[in-house]
């Protein structure tokens, strides 16, 4: 890993930032929607579970497809990171995405309960779409990383209040490094032990 030098930018990995989001609205979709099922509700479980089944797909596939071409152009555009740039562990970027989205997936996961009451399962079953949808996109760019044999990563100053626009308005460029950087293997998996995958 890089150390802190003037001149340098704190990097974090474009992939772990995607996929943060991912297991905590899975795991909130599925408790939510296993609680749902339990309320019989206003159209009852079976149109409800029916209802969110297709809701998971549209959500599923429209994370995972949204932005796609922003993702690729700014990859496309990738400047070789610099000596000294910092490259922020994966942990800290999960963190801070977690920390700035906690009223965001608190907020979401009530209401995917309180619409139980209406359309049992759904709400939870749309959240747990989004969970897998980022997922999906980020083993999307995994591929395209393997395929480039770089990892791509932004500016944390880029990425918002939030700590979670990978592709936003701010974002003026990726930076590039080889395959071995960081503690994230290409999609953003938590890399095990010294081998690179």
């Known amino acids: 890993m890089a150390h802190g030098v003037r001149g340098g930018q704190g990097l974090a990995r474009v992939a772990v930032v995607v996929r943060a989001g991912a297991a905590p609205l899975w795991w909130l979709g599925v408790f939510a929607a296993g609680v749902g099922v339990l309320v019989p509700g206003i159209t009852g479980r079976r149109i409800g579970v029916m209802a969110g089944a297709a809701l998971f797909i549209v959500m599923c596939a429209g994370v995972a497809c949204l932005r796609r071409g922003r993702y690729t152009g700014l990859a496309a555009g990738a400047a070789r990171a610099g000596r000294h740039d910092v490259l922020q562990d994966r ?35 749309l959240l747990a779409g989004a969970g897998t949808g980022l997922r999906l996109k980020a083993a999307w760019l995994g ?38 950087a960081g503690d994230a293997t290409p999609g953003g998996a938590r890399r095990r032990g010294d081998v690179l995958v």
């Open 91 to 125: 942990a800290v970027t999960v963190r801070n995405w977690r920390r700035g989205h906690r009223w965001w997936l608190l907020l979401a996961f009530a209401a995917a309960l309180g619409s139980s009451f209406a359309v049992p399962a759904a709400g939870g079953m």
């Open 143 to 180: 591929r395209r990383e393997r395929a480039d044999d770089v990892l791509l990563w932004v500016r944390v100053d880029w990425l918002g209040p939030r700590s979670g626009a990978p592709a936003g308005k701010p974002v003026k460029a990726y930076r590039a490094t080889g395959i071995a």
